[in-house]
């Protein structure tokens, strides 16, 4: 028997798969990863320092061709896929056949409804082993679905702003407080890092230094999941995404009406209640703001909200790592759910 979890990682030459990879070397339940390549994969590196040379001098983290078979024999119970959204898409039917638990960071099963999924344009081979999928899929928001993750066999992890977006809204939209009719808007902004790691001439740092820019207005692919996970139609949310000049983080600025006259005291208490017991989330005493810097290196996402005089205007403000809580520390956490653990266990 295996002394740890045996564990394996595909798509670990990517930012999120690096930090992920990182997380899991050091947690205690489990055995060194598996790091695992697709055959176009950055050139058939053979080691992740390769890709990577700040791993340069730690010992090797050895790139293996992806083979079903080899990850039987090495008895591999769970395999992360960081890879992209077509990927994963492609190769999840395959690996649940093989009897392996999944958690999916892409966004190719965090979508029920087509509507929303057809931003991916995916063309499924097998169009009911994909939907079978889809539908035994767990959206992987510990905050909101820790219960059915538990249990899970395919878990999706949640995009990046849509964890920052979600946290916010949920206690608000749950307690029936927010005058849907007056409408929602998010005003995110995310580092580079959240484009992923394919440059493009929109990343590249003459484009970004000294620069701030909005881009997908109304058709960004994570505007499906928050209206999915909070239950509410697309037309009810405005979501602008925006490009910062910084490697890492998110910070969305949520802007809601309340439907009556609050105290901020009240609204206080609605998000304390609802995250209570809730380790990765901090909720900030008004008026005092979360800000990217605090949450860096963190599973954490932090919350602060202000409150108008009139009692009726709510500023909230959400703040995350997002190749962390937004990626592969929520990852981890979701791991720690499907395996009985704490939930806090390898993170930080």
Not at 155 to 177: D, E, Q, R
Request: with cysteine; glycine share 8%.
């Amino acid at each position: 028997m295996s002394a740890g979890l045996r564990t394996a990682v595909l798509g670990a030459t990517g930012y999120s798969g690096l930090e992920l990879t990182r997380i899991l070397l050091r947690h205690p339940r489990l055995e060194k990863p598996i790091l695992l390549r697709r055959s176009s994969e950055n050139g058939g590196a053979a080691d992740l320092a390769e890709v990577f040379p700040v791993l340069s001098g730690n010992g090797g983290y050895p790139l293996r061709p992806l083979s079903w078979p080899a990850l039987k024999q090495q008895e591999v119970k769970l395999l992360f896929m960081a890879t992209p959204h077509e990927a994963s898409r492609a190769l999840v039917p395959e690996a649940m056949a093989e009897g392996l638990r999944v958690i999916d960071l892409s966004g190719a099963w965090r979508l029920k409804q087509e509507q929303h999924r057809a931003v991916y344009g995916f063309e499924d081979a097998d169009r009911a082993t994909a939907a079978e999928l889809t539908e035994k899929a767990v959206y992987g928001l510990p905050e909101l679905n820790g219960d059915r993750i538990a249990t899970a066999n395919l878990v999706a992890n949640p995009g990046c702003y849509a964890t920052s977006v979600i946290l916010a809204l949920a206690p608000l939209l749950k307690a029936g407080i927010v005058d849907r009719n007056r409408g929602i808007i998010s005003d995110s902004k995310s580092g580079v890092s959240g484009a992923g790691k394919e440059p493009s001439a929109k990343t590249h740092f003459v484009s970004v230094a000294d620069n701030l820019s909005a881009y997908s207005v109304f058709n960004h692919r994570h505007v499906g999941e928050m209206v999915e996970q909070l239950d509410i139609s697309a037309d009810e949310l405005t979501f602008t995404p925006h490009l910062l000049p910084i490697p890492r983080g998110i910070l969305s600025t949520v802007y809601v009406h309340l439907n009556r006259q609050m105290t901020a005291m009240e609204v206080e208490s609605c998000y304390r209640t609802f995250y209570a017991g809730k380790r990765w989330v901090r909720v900030f005493q008004t008026p005092k703001l979360p800000q990217v810097q605090f949450a860096l290196h963190s599973n954490y996402c932090d919350l602060g909200f202000c409150l108008a005089a009139d009692g009726r205007r709510l500023v909230v403000v959400s703040c995350i790592d997002n190749l962390v809580k937004g990626a592969a520390g929520q990852a981890v956490q979701n791991m720690n759910l499907m395996y009985g653990w704490a939930e806090d266990e390898g993170l930080q």
